[in-house]
């Protein structure tokens, strides 16, 4: 029994043998110095207040990126709702080339009212018959009190 024992611990090990990994040597992992990794990590490191200091500086950045972004999203709404074409300028999806390139966003605004004619904008316009009319003439209310009229 011994022996069925031994050749199992045999087997076991064979195996473990062949899934493990060979260890490199420094030369061979890509550290020809053979210098300990820890001594690398300690020149790669900086002064908290360093740190610091860029960091603020790099959210100063994404704020500002970030306005840009704010604003140029508000130029696109407003050069579209300036054509008077849609409904709702923020129907248009937004892109940049659309406010370099006026001829883009034409474009892309008769793609859109193509595709759903609803988002059009449905304000009346000219003379509808409806509201304050322009008068034909001069109204003289003298001469209507003496019954002539003028016209």
Do not use: C, W
């Amino acid at each position: 029994m011994t022996d069925t024992h031994e050749s199992a611990e045999a087997e076991a090990a064979e195996d473990t043998d062949e899934t493990s990994t060979p260890e490199l040597s420094d030369s061979e992992s890509g550290n020809p110095e053979g210098s300990d990794l820890k001594s690398d990590q300690d020149a790669d490191t900086f002064t908290r207040d360093y740190v610091e200091n860029l960091r603020q500086e790099n959210g100063k950045y994404r704020q500002r990126a970030q306005r840009a972004d704010e604003l140029a999203h508000r130029l696109h709404t407003e050069l579209v709702r300036a054509t008077g074409r849609l409904a709702d300028p923020t129907d248009l999806e937004f892109d940049e080339d659309h406010i370099a390139d006026t001829a883009k966003m034409i474009e892309a605004i008769d793609d859109l009212l193509t595709r759903k004619p609803h988002l059009a904008n449905r304000r009346p316009a000219g003379d509808i018959g409806q509201g304050l009319s322009p008068s034909a003439g001069t109204v003289d209310l003298a001469a209507i009190l003496r019954g002539k009229t003028t016209g």
